[in-house]
């Protein structure tokens, strides 16, 4: 069999010329270099939120090969940057679990069986490790009580995902008891201990059978963070944005958990003063607490300077790493990188506008990129609603086009055009839904606030009305949205669900005594009193035939009415 032989290229001398009389073109091909970022954070099993350390994987690979007694074909630092580069490719925060998934692929990409095998085995062997933990009988009783409440697995996990806070005094979750305990004491604190006994051990009663509640959000919150800041017991609030106060409000807002709706109407956005060019003085020095406090100072003293010509130098050196448990309020810290962006952000949007005014879609975009930096354990506190003039257009169009890529900050709020008092011309209406549908989001929605205030009392209308991020309640300026719960089942009567919504009106009659909103203007607590809003909700409608019939539905209106006063 012949041979193979390398084809007859011609000879190259040193000049680049062919011995043989021919010339050779010598190209050189530009060296491409890729840089990965790697992730700044990983999520551990626990919810914790760690820095992401490269070192961590190497080791983890060194342990492995030391195991099987033999030194790996690649070296490990090379194993390792390749692992980070696919987690880096993939995952923004990778979990524990994801990032051991990958080091399994690379092994094995990379032909070390014999070690993916027993890095394997080893995640099997610690999984296993940590389900057969011992737990104390006194620990097991405990959760035993509570999880007879649970009618289904889903209500379980809810509940142990979401509202049940970390006891540090006993070194665990608490259970649906305790939870229960720890809610109906505080409603005992709102009330000042002025409802008798018997009908707190009703309410008591009400909660562990799931058939009325407070608030998810008292739920989550009662007890020392509600004592500190009463604004993290209520869902939902509404604001104009009409002056640096509004930033700063929705900062403190949204670090509470609570929804943000608000209005960049010209109406409000014109109220801001014009901002001055920069006078290329030394920049303010600032320290930033460790604290929402904190936060909110260092957002309006940076807004103050920026808007009269100043600039300020930022100091984060106090604030706790991201990851760090946060013990009142519960989760775990962002560290000061989401603040930084914001303030960054803030200040870019200021400074584009020197000499000028502070347009709408600014005050749009400074607004969700404060919703930006409310964020603990990677997940973002807060939910918001942006209304607008209906003539608009950068409003209308804030979300056409590759948005995403210079302006990803405008995902958290959904965005709703305020449509004028005078009717609308019908070739208005049909471009208002059109463009609904062609931007595939049903974006920007419709307010009405006309038809609003022909549908309220003769005492409200004195107020420009908005509503919350869910478009469920109508709101003036300045004020939260008090929820009560009633919840419907399907083997509900007339009697029993008038037992459930009069539980959830009381509940929600206590509720609207918390106005300590610390930081916020004083029309907050003002319009909070003077209204006292209430409202019932009836959870599980679709499972209860007698929930959606409508005069039942009128009758039970009339059960709150009659309980609330």
């Known amino acids: 069999m012949p041979s193979k032989q390398a084809p007859n290229l011609p000879e190259k001398s040193k000049n680049g010329a062919a011995k043989n009389g021919s010339s050779v073109a010598v190209v050189t091909q530009p060296r491409i270099t890729v840089e990965v970022k790697p992730p700044e954070f990983i999520r551990k099993r626990d919810g914790r939120v760690m820095p992401f350390e490269i070192e961590r994987i190497e080791n983890a690979i060194n342990l492995c090969f030391r195991s099987i007694n033999r030194e790996p074909s690649t070296p490990v630092s090379e194993l390792a940057q390749q692992v980070v580069n696919i987690i880096s490719a993939k995952y923004e925060e990778p979990s524990v679990e994801e990032v051991q998934d990958v080091v399994e692929m690379v092994l094995q990409a990379a032909g070390e069986y014999e070690a993916a095998k027993s890095y394997i085995l080893y995640r099997a062997e610690h999984a296993k490790q940590r389900q057969e933990r011992p737990i104390p009988e006194d620990v097991r009783n405990a959760f ?14 809810q509940f142990y995902d979401k509202y049940s806070r970390f006891n540090y005094e006993l070194g665990r979750r608490e259970t649906w008891v305790e939870t229960i305990d720890r809610a109906v004491n505080y409603l005992k604190e709102l009330s000042e201990y002025r409802l008798p006994a018997a009908l707190y051990t009703r309410i008591r009663e009400y909660m562990l059978e799931m058939k009325a509640m407070t608030s998810m959000r008292l739920l989550a919150m009662a007890g020392a963070a509600a004592r500190r800041n009463n604004i993290c017991i209520y869902n939902c609030s509404y604001m104009p944005v009409d002056s640096i106060d509004s930033f700063v409000e929705a900062l403190i807002i949204s670090m509470c958990g609570c929804g943000v709706g608000f209005s960049v109407e010209s109406q409000y956005i014109e109220k801001f003063p014009r901002i001055k060019r920069q006078r290329n003085a030394k920049p303010v020095r600032y320290t930033i607490e460790d604290s929402a406090e904190g936060w909110a100072d260092a957002l309006r003293i940076g807004l103050q300077t920026w808007f009269d010509g100043g600039d300020i130098i930022y100091d984060y050196s106090q604030i706790r790493e991201a990851g760090a448990p946060l013990r009142i309020k519960g989760g775990r810290a962002s560290g000061p990188q989401p603040l930084r962006k914001m303030l960054d952000f803030s200040r870019q949007r200021i400074l584009a506008r020197q000499g000028s005014l502070l347009r709408p879609i600014d005050a749009h975009d400074m607004m969700c990129a404060v919703g930006n930096a409310a964020v603990s354990g990677g997940v973002r506190r807060t939910a918001m609603i942006s209304l607008f003039d209906f003539d608009d257009q950068e409003m209308i169009q804030a979300k056409s086009g590759d948005f995403e890529r210079h302006n990803s900050q405008r995902w958290n709020a959904n965005n709703s055009t305020v449509w004028p008092d005078r009717p609308l ?141």
Not at 144 to 157: E, G, M
Request: hydrophobic share 35%.
């Open 425 to 565: 011309t019908q070739m208005e209406l049909t471009r208002y839904m059109l463009d609904m549908v062609e931007s595939g989001r049903g974006e920007p929605g419709i307010f009405a606030r006309h038809a609003i205030t022909n549908s309220i009392p003769e005492r409200r209308k004195q107020d420009v009305f908005g509503t919350n991020p869910c478009g469920e309640i109508v709101l003036r300026p300045y004020e939260f949205c008090n929820l009560s719960i009633a919840i419907a089942r399907a083997d509900d009567t007339y009697e029993t669900l008038r037992d459930k919504v009069e539980v959830a009106t009381i509940i929600g009659t206590i509720q609207s005594m918390a106005t300590h909103f610390p930081g916020l203007r004083p029309q907050w607590k003002h319009n909070c009193e003077e209204e006292r809003l209430l409202g019932v909700d009836i959870n599980g409608q679709l499972d209860s035939k007698i929930a959606q019939d409508p005069e039942v539905m009128k009758m039970l209106k009339q059960v709150a009415v009659e309980t609330n006063r």
């Open 144 to 157: 035993a009580v509570s999880d007879k409440f649970f009618p289904t697995q889903l209500q379980k996990f």
